[in-house]
C-alpha cells in the first residue's frame, strides 16, 4: 500500500503562484510514477502532469504547460508542483496519485490516491 499526503494548497490572486508538494509513504519502491490532477466542482478530474522515477522530465497537459512544473525529491519520496501565473481557472481541489507500473493520463490509470489539497485563485 502507498499512502499520499498532500499539501500547500490555499487562496492566491491570480497571477500569483503556489507550490503543492505531495509526501508518499509505505510501499513506494512499487510505484513507477506520479502524476497531479485536478477537480472543480461539477467537473471530471483532469490531469495536470505526470512524472516518472526513471525519467527525468515530466509530462504536462496543454492547459498549465509553461506554467506548471513538477519536480520530486527522490531522497524525500515526495513529489512537487510549482504553479506560476495562476488564473481563476485554475480553481480546483488538485490530487497526487501514483502508479504501479508505466504512467498514464486518465485517473483511472492510477492506483493511489491523496485526499486533495483546495487551490482558490482569486480574480
Known amino acids: 500500500q502507498v499512502h499520499l499526503v498532500e499539501s500547500g494548497g490555499g487562496l492566491v490572486q491570480a497571477g500569483g503562484s503556489l507550490r503543492l508538494s505531495c509526501a508518499a509513504s509505505?510501499?513506494?519502491?512499487?510505484?513507477?510514477?506520479m502524476a497531479w490532477f485536478r477537480q472543480a466542482p461539477g467537473k471530471e478530474r483532469d490531469f495536470v502532469g505526470a512524472i516518472t522515477w526513471s525519467a527525468p522530465n515530466p509530462y504536462y497537459a496543454e492547459t498549465v504547460q509553461g506554467r506548471f512544473t513538477i519536480s520530486r525529491d527522490n531522497s524525500k519520496n515526495t513529489v512537487y508542483l510549482q504553479m506560476n501565473s495562476l488564473k481563476p481557472e485554475d480553481t480546483a481541489v488538485y490530487y497526487c496519485?501514483?502508479?504501479?507500473?508505466?504512467?498514464?493520463?486518465?485517473?483511472?490509470?492510477?492506483?493511489?490516491w491523496g485526499q486533495g489539497t483546495q487551490v482558490t485563485v482569486s480574480s
Open positions: 496519485a501514483a502508479r504501479r507500473y508505466g504512467w498514464g493520463l486518465r485517473a483511472a490509470d492510477y492506483d493511489y
Open positions: 509505505g510501499r513506494t519502491a512499487n510505484t513507477s510514477a
